[in-house]
């Protein structure tokens, strides 16, 4: 009698595992993949239980990828392990892929429209989020907002940068400027991979690299740490943008960030205090600060000739 309780209460407990798992895979994202396990009970009958998949997995990685149509040479061992050791620690590094992907809504617009009227290779969007996670981030060196300017390069390419006001934090103006510099990098080096990597060593430096070791191409090339995983980072960050559910991120419309609506509004005269300003425009100084990042101190002055645009939420 013993031995049929215990077949009663293993096919209960299968019961329960089976009604379980069949509730869920109809309840949940169906994107998500199960393993079938048949499981032969004391009297015979077969029961399938759904196993879902692990969250830890090895990913299938891509034979061939590249950055702005240039190859990159997956075949060789020492560059796809490169390339995996980005998308893993990025992959599952969530909480900050997760808000990557939610802020981008917000600002890719904006950047993509810039590097198109600029001639700049769309991939390149993913070359400022490797710069600064599309935050107006301060580096150890004193490089400042989404592309990351140091002082002297900023004023090289037009960007005002004073007690009042950095462009540095200007999205617009920022984007511009870097464009500019990324045409007058691939000029020099002729390759939209060397120009991303001298991106982020600087073109002297970048160029010094190659001349020392009598190479071009930037697979070649032995370089620093932070250089040599440059590439790859931003290749990262394309592939898993690219195949979001590959790898596990599901995110809906809903949920990612937008800017607001604005109204725009053309400054010629010095303002002594901005909170007062912003209340007379139907705003508030946090608004205002928020909008405009730009804008450094509590106060704008405007030298005669000069003007600024200001955006205020609607």
């Known amino acids: 009698m013993r031995q049929y309780h215990i077949y009663i209460i293993y096919g209960l407990i299968i019961l329960l595992f089976g009604i379980v798992f069949f509730q869920r895979s109809n309840s949940e994202d169906p994107d998500i993949a199960y393993e079938e396990i048949q499981y032969k009970q004391g009297n015979g009958e077969e029961v399938t239980l759904l196993i879902p998949e692990p969250k830890i997995r090895i990913f299938e990685l891509p034979v061939e990828i590249n950055f702005a149509q240039e190859p990159v040479p997956l075949e060789q061992d020492e560059i796809k392990e490169r390339f995996e050791r980005e998308i893993y620690v990025n992959a599952y590094w969530q909480s900050n892929m997760i808000l990557l992907m939610k802020r981008a809504n917000k600002f890719l617009p904006v950047i993509d429209e810039i590097l198109r009227e600029n001639d700049i290779p769309e991939d390149f969007k993913y070359l400022v989020m490797a710069e600064s996670g599309l935050l107006n981030v301060v580096s150890s060196a004193g490089a400042r907002g989404f592309w990351q300017f140091m002082p002297a390069t900023a004023k090289e390419y037009q960007l005002e940068i004073s007690d009042d006001v950095d462009e540095r934090y200007h999205l617009e103006k920022s984007t511009s400027a870097a464009s500019r510099y990324l045409k007058k990098s691939f000029a020099r080096f002729g390759s939209w991979t060397s120009v991303a990597a001298s991106y982020n060593m600087g073109i002297s430096g970048y160029n010094r690299s190659r001349n020392d ?26 592939e898993i943008f690219e195949k979001p559910h590959h790898y596990g991120f599901h995110i809906n419309q809903k949920d990612l960030y937008r800017l607001p609506l604005y109204r725009t509004l053309k400054v010629n005269q010095s303002i002594p205090d901005l909170a007062d300003w912003a209340l007379k425009h139907k705003s508030n100084y946090k608004e205002l600060k928020i909008n405009n990042p730009w804008l450094r101190s509590k106060k704008l002055t405007i030298v005669k000739g000069k003007e600024y645009i200001i955006k205020l939420p609607v």
Not at 213 to 238: C, G
């Open 213 to 238: 070791q009598k190479l071009n191409d930037y697979y070649d090339l032995f370089l620093n740490e932070e250089t040599s995983r440059y590439i790859f980072r931003v290749l990262a960050f394309k």
